[in-house]
């Protein structure tokens, strides 16, 4: 006796009903365009036949506006898990087709069903936004689905990893769910995101501006600094996807993607002495030093046209996963400002709390000055990036490539915000301030007598303390080496410090200057 | 459908492939989409987007100081062609040097600086036309 052959049927019927989503043309339409649909962005994402859908045939409980004759597929939002390499990762995935992708409370309900079902599994989500925002019809219960979704991106923080990708319209309010995620992929063209968009805007305030200029991915990518990752298309953004996923654990008690299996390698790599100027100060594109540093060159670089200033980014060090800040000279003189101050403070926040370690590659002349600067709060700016350091338990190797001056040297992980082991090439500048300025001060009264005195003065004054060697005197450092030791050193640092054990007094959270 | 990678003078595209029967129409029973492979990860964007209009303030052909500094050196002559990426001039700030490259093609125009001058940021020092 076998099952019913009714049954099957009508399940393989309710399936196909669902599978279609806002009907098989509007399907169509949209890869005619060269837009996936949200399930083919699933499809895309999980290896073929892992897809486990939660909720299909979940219905909306709408009785106005004629809500009630209408069927909408899945609610508008397809839900589930599905592997991802060789770890289960969930995903939800918001239909256009169905009413817009608009949420209502079905909808919601579905995305906060499968975000608790990833926090306590201790698997990643993958949050793939296309809507037009909430679904008028259900009035506030709309607007309360919102806020259930807005307290479970707040409540899995920490706990597992959320990436949002942004791949249609994501206006008001429903922006701010990407927003409390960790990182955010932005497809350009075919994705805006913006709070007020430019008709609002220029009705409140007379202002005239275009969708290019307030909610492209180009606009976020490098003048808001709201996302992490501009992709050319659906799939561009969902290969981004997976090549995080790479780097990062599937929840914070679990250590990243480590490959310990390979051989420790301590062979000096002459190239990076060769990637030193002799001129002190010409820049060094950092993003070349991070290239010979990382295993095959390959580093996601995380924020790449935000605050250029500062380059942070995931690679493996002889197969250990690390989280890389690199103040970059070529940009802004490599000075820390508001913009870099944010973006780092915010990816240090991110390895902590993953278990990936930290490398900090420092050559900064200081934090930028300016009228602009000041009155836009460096000051509680930069102090994130120090809070940031200071918080963070994970293991934390520092190398001091050229300048480190004063404020910013503390910032970018001395010894003294808690870095574990710190390393400074032989061009190492570590001092209070620059010569110049310092001699200004400390011999105010003979240069006002005799002008002529001060370049003699700054040149000692730079023999003197423009080294490595008054920090290593003190204490402050570890060794100095030659660029070329780096990688080695670098990568038997991280070996030896994988271990590390570090706890702090028990506390709610600490009080970062936001 | 099929993913393909195809790389033309060093430049990496992606396609997607589909067979077509005589109709034009999709054929039956493949996946309609691209199938999932582990080793289909692509690399990570490596071309910066073009900022919005907004981050060209001071019009086309203006190259200004990205930072509050002193002139070095100016790295080019009134009259010069230069091409995109060409060094320009050289402001020295932080301690540093940082180099100011033509954003595009062009001709220089105007030199507007020279050097020991104390520049703002965001100050015109060439113009090119």
Wanted: charged share 20%; hydrophobic share 45%.
């Amino acid at each position: 006796m076998a099952i019913k052959k009714e049954l099957i049927e009508e399940l393989e019927a309710r399936r196909e009903k669902v599978l279609a989503g806002g009907g098989k043309d509007k399907l169509e339409a949209r890869r005619k365009k060269g837009l996936m649909t949200a399930r083919d962005r699933l499809d895309n994402l999980f290896q073929a036949g892992t897809f486990m859908e939660f909720g299909m045939h979940a219905q909306h409980a709408c009785h106005n506006f004629g809500m009630e004759k209408k069927e909408l597929p899945a609610d508008g939002v397809v839900t589930g898990t599905g592997y991802v390499g060789d770890r289960p990762v969930a995903a939800y995935s918001e239909d256009f087709t169905v009413a817009g992708g608009s949420l209502g409370a079905m909808h919601a309900h579905k995305i906060c069903e499968i975000m608790d079902y990833a926090l306590q599994s201790g698997m990643p989500v993958v949050c793939i936004n296309d809507s037009g925002g909430a679904r008028i019809q259900e009035g506030v219960e709309s607007l309360s689905g919102y806020g259930k979704v807005f307290f479970k991106n707040v409540y899995l923080s920490g706990v597992v990893p959320q990436i949002a990708v942004i791949a249609g319209p994501c206006a008001g309010g429903a922006a701010y769910s990407p927003a409390l995620t960790d990182f955010q992929v932005m497809v350009k063209d075919q994705a805006n995101m913006f709070i007020t968009g430019p008709e609002v805007i220029f009705a409140a305030t007379g202002q005239k501006c275009t969708m290019a200029e307030v909610g492209s991915a180009a606009a976020h990518a490098t003048i808001s600094g709201n996302i992490h990752f501009v992709a050319d298309n659906d799939a561009h953004a969902l290969a981004i996807v997976k090549k995080l996923l790479s780097f990062i654990p599937s929840n914070n008690i679990m250590d990243p993607p480590h490959d310990l299996t390979q051989p420790l390698v301590l062979d000096e790599d002459p190239g990076m002495d060769e990637l030193v100027p002799e001129d002190s100060k010409n820049p060094i594109n950092v993003k070349d030093v991070i290239g010979r540093l990382v295993d095959n060159a390959d580093f996601l670089e995380v924020q790449m046209d935000f605050a250029k200033n500062i380059v942070v980014g995931f690679g493996r060090i002889q197969g250990i996963v690390v989280g890389i800040i690199a103040n970059q000279s070529a940009v802004k003189a490599g000075a820390i400002d508001i913009d870099a101050s944010d973006k780092a403070a915010r990816f240090i926040r991110f390895c902590n709390i993953f278990n990936i370690p930290i490398v900090t590659l420092v050559d900064t002349g200081g934090f930028l000055p300016g009228v602009a600067q000041e009155r836009g709060g460096i000051i509680r700016h930069g102090a994130k990036m120090l809070f940031a350091y200071g918080a963070a338990t994970v293991p934390k190797i520092t190398v001091i490539l050229r300048k480190a001056y004063g404020g910013a040297y503390l910032a970018m992980c001395s010894q003294d915000l808690g870095a574990d082991l710190v390393f400074a090439w032989p061009t190492a500048e570590i001092a209070v301030m620059g010569a110049e300025g310092a001699v200004k001060i400390l011999y105010k009264r003979e240069i006002d007598k005799d002008p002529a005195c001060a370049d003699k003065l700054i040149a000692d004054y730079r023999a003197k303390f423009a080294s490595p060697y008054q920090a290593a005197g003190k204490g402050l450092i570890t060794d100095v080496i030659r660029p070329a030791q780096t990688r080695a050193m670098v990568a038997m640092a991280l070996r030896n410090t994988l271990s590390k054990r570090e706890t702090r007094p028990p506390k709610k959270h600490g009080n970062i200057p936001l | 459908m099929k993913k393909l990678r195809i790389t033309v003078d060093g430049k990496v595209f992606e396609v997607v492939v589909e067979s077509l029967d005589e109709q034009g129409n999709p054929v039956v029973g493949q996946p309609s989409v691209p199938a999932f492979q582990q080793t289909s990860i692509a690399p990570p964007p490596t071309s910066a987007p073009k900022p919005a209009a907004a981050a060209a303030p001071a019009g086309p052909g203006t190259v200004t100081s990205p930072l509050a500094g002193r002139i070095v050196s100016i790295d080019c002559q009134l009259g010069q062609k230069v091409a995109s990426g060409a060094q320009l001039a050289t402001v020295e700030a932080m301690k540093m040097n940082t180099f100011v490259y033509a954003e595009r093609d062009g001709t220089v125009a105007e030199i507007h600086v020279s050097p020991a001058d104390v520049v703002e940021e965001g100050q015109v020092l060439v113009t090119l036309s």
